[in-house]
């Protein structure tokens, strides 16, 4: 199933995740809006032992409590849609060659 979106800003936010000072996870956020209209934000994992990227909703910006309504149309260039296998490939293709230096450097240094 091919996923559609009108547009996609990001990455945002470059987070590392970690415990005794070992990284186990990065995550990456994006926005941008799906082929409904609706508003979507997203934050991209790159899980570090499984050495594996996965994309999830990012839960308190879904939430529409005490924020004024979205108008898509303000963030969509004249521009063709952006598709691909899953959110996650689409997303993985933004992230730059120091964002994937990170994430292997980071697995790297992971206990096998």
Request: glycine share 8%.
């Amino acid at each position: 199933m091919t996923v559609f979106l009108r547009v996609l800003y990001g990455p945002f936010a470059r987070t590392e995740l970690g415990l005794t000072g070992k990284v186990y996870a990065i995550d990456w956020c994006f926005f941008g809006v799906r082929e409904d209209n609706s508003m979507g934000h997203w934050t991209l994992r790159y899980k570090v032992a499984e050495r594996k990227f996965v994309c999830f909703l990012s839960g308190c910006a879904e939430q529409q409590i005490g924020r004024a309504p979205e108008n898509p149309n303000a963030f969509v260039p004249d521009k063709p849609m952006v598709f691909g296998k899953t959110l996650a490939e689409i997303m993985r293709k933004r992230l730059s060659n120091a964002d994937f230096a990170s994430a292997t450097a980071a697995s790297l240094n992971w206990p096998r």
